[in-house]
């Protein structure tokens, strides 16, 4: 990875897994970096372990859940307080929802959390970005957006829902979200880049509360990539001369791959961006 000395990156979902890997790994290379997390208590003991093993003194913690989007607007207005650009946006927290759950704003959780929050506070902070030299915005996805389809007739999933349909749809909405995001800001020196991290051995799916899903995860983990593994591509994006120089892709391993027609649609892509868009105006105004 790259130096990154003097950049100031923000990590979604920094308390755990690839998020946690990708900050530690930041910080490392001298970056400023804020980790956001919904739990302070488990984002302070994250923070924690980061410092003891990146040796570096320039980690922050700051609140913000991203089923919550006055949680997100408060987020963002500390961040503007604090910081007057943003060089590195990582995008990386992410659910799966066994089972139908809504977020605080009443969407399904996984459309919510994985794409409309990502959305509020991307769209929240894109005045840093363009005010950084050269701003990247990174976004998580998955190839499980190949098993997904934009239910614009029912986006929350009330009728049939299914953790596979739910997720994969989800993950599909963060393609087409980079996608139209890199075209609306092609006159500007940020990228937007998206990536499947691969199979990584990570918390998602298992319960906080009730521990469900634990034994399952604990039996696969020996066939999944290690947190820091998966965070290469992240990582790559965040830091490289490509990364900052192409936007508007698919990564996996570091590698452009090209997505499927349905990750290429750009009306589809233009439709969710609308739709997105009157949500979170919806809750800057109940706000």
């Not at 990156?9 to 001298?30: D, H, R, Y």
């Not at 089923?67 to 961040?79: H, R, T």
């Not at 993950?171 to 006159?187: G, M, P, Q, V, Y």
């Not at 750009?266 to 706000?287: C, F, M, N, P, T």
Request: with cysteine; charged share 20%.
């Amino acid at each position: 990875m790259m130096q990154m000395r003097g950049k100031i990156v923000l990590v979604t979902g920094a308390n755990a897994g690839m998020g946690l890997a990708s900050a530690t790994e930041l910080a490392k290379a001298g970056a400023d970096v804020i980790m956001a997390c919904r739990s302070l208590e488990r984002g302070e003991a994250a923070r924690q372990q980061a410092l003891a093993a990146s040796g570096a003194s320039h980690i922050e913690l700051m609140a913000c859940d991203l089923g919550d989007f006055a949680s997100i607007l408060a987020f963002c207005e500390a961040f503007k307080q604090r910081y007057d650009r943003l060089d590195v946006l990582l995008n990386n927290a992410g659910v799966v929802s066994l089972k139908r759950e809504l977020t605080k704003d009443g969407y399904e959780s996984m459309i919510g959390v994985n794409h409309l929050g990502h959305f509020l506070l991307t769209t929240s902070l894109l005045e840093l970005l363009e005010r950084s030299p050269q701003g990247r915005v990174v976004n998580v996805s998955s190839g499980a957006y190949k098993a997904g389809k934009i239910h614009f007739e029912d986006i929350n999933l009330s009728r049939g829902f299914s953790v596979v349909k739910g997720y994969a749809q989800s993950k599909l909405a963060n393609i087409l979200f980079t996608k139209e995001l890199a075209r609306r800001l092609a006159h500007t020196r940020v990228t937007v880049n998206c990536l499947h991290p691969g199979a990584v051995g990570t918390s998602l799916g298992v319960n906080r509360q009730t521990g469900f899903g634990k034994s399952m995860h604990a039996l696969l983990r020996p066939f999944f990539l290690t947190s820091l593994q998966g965070a290469q591509t992240a990582l790559y994006l965040a830091s490289s001369e490509e990364g900052g120089a192409l936007s508007g892709h698919y990564f996996y391993k570091q590698k452009r791959e090209e997505v499927s027609s349905k990750a290429k649609d750009e009306q589809a892509a233009k439709r969710l961006w609308e739709w997105s868009e009157q949500q979170v105006d919806q809750g800057r105004r109940a706000k």
